[in-house]
């Protein structure tokens, strides 16, 4: 079988406060919607912005870190892969069918004062930081990741 490639690269903003929730195997799952903006000339020669919203799903440790740090209008880098699911409409009967970004990578573009708020100080500019859920074989040694994914309020640059 030839080589396959699902990935997905986002830069833009939460459109509102992350949900929260947690599987019956006791994972934790955030899900939220991004949106990013492309500029483009309509016909006439003006300038318009359009809008597109994703679906994004996080898992595990990620959802954890999207539950503490981010908020309405964080900015965030996300990379992930697309997720298609299918199920039979109980009322029309009809095949519904629902794309979603499952959330891999994710670095926080914002500082605490630009939506990512939380209680506590705040730093002027704009500050980054970058956690990867990619499987331990992907992301390095078994040591590396586990440092990699132990993040204290210490290791948060903002």
Known sequence: ???????????????????????????LVATFGLATSERQKD????WQDRTEWHNLVAFGRTAEIIRDYVK?????????????????????????????????????????????????AASSGSSAASFDQRPQAAAGAPDEYTQQTEISDADIPF
């Open 43 to 46: 016909a006439q020669g003006n």
């Open 1 to 27: 079988m030839a080589k396959s490639v699902n990935k997905v690269i986002l830069l833009g903003n939460v459109g509102k406060d992350p949900e929260i929730r947690s599987t019956p195997g006791g994972t």
């Open 72 to 120: 309405k209008g964080s900015k965030l880098y996300i990379e992930g892969s697309l997720r298609t699911s299918n199920w039979e409409d109980k009322q029309s009967g009809q095949k519904r069918y629902k794309t979603e970004i499952i959330v891999n990578d994710l670095s926080l573009l914002s500082g605490r004062e630009e939506g990512s708020g939380g209680g506590r």
